[in-house]
């Protein structure tokens, strides 16, 4: 029963201690909006969809309490209602399904990274993997702004 205790004791002060560090090591946090761009993702297998993703972080009082995700086709298209059709209809159900997951999810990574305040923190989902790594960089850039 003391084992249990100490290790109890244990991981949760190993979780204080990661919790406070949820600014992923960059710093006090400065007050203010703070918009970053990931890289562009190009399709190499067909289906994979290309893009990059522009992120807008808002800090205040040192913690991250707003943010806005929205990811693009290469031309600077919106990822929209409309991704995944062809020509304005849906060609392939499965794939504009698979589509609009990926635009669904970019507000739950938001949720998500107001929740842990680390960009390394929000969960992957399913579907919208590709829109994590660029969520992930956009985030990390814009953060390292609001640390300078």
Known sequence: MKKLGI???AA???TIALVGC????RGELHDGTYTAQSMVWED??????????????????GKITEAEFVTYEPDGTIKD?????????????DFYNKAQRAVAA???????LVA??????VDVISGATISHGEFVEAA?????EAAK
């Not at 949820?22 to 090591?25: D, H, I, L, P, T």
């Not at 970019?106 to 998500?112: I, M, S, T, W």
Request: charged residues 15%; hydrophobic residues 25%; contains cysteine.
């Open 116 to 121: 842990v305040q680390n960009p390394d923190g």
């Open 12 to 14: 949760l002060g190993l």
């Open 140 to 144: 990390n850039l814009a953060l390292d």
């Open 106 to 112: 970019n507000a739950e990574y938001c949720k998500q």
């Open 81 to 93: 209602e409309s991704y995944g059709m062809s020509g304005g209809k849906i060609a392939n159900q």
């Open 44 to 61: 190499t297998e067909e289906g994979n969809g290309s893009g990059y993703g522009v992120i807008t972080v808002t800090v205040a009082d």
């Open 22 to 25: 949820g600014g992923g090591g």
């Open 7 to 9: 290790c109890t004791a």
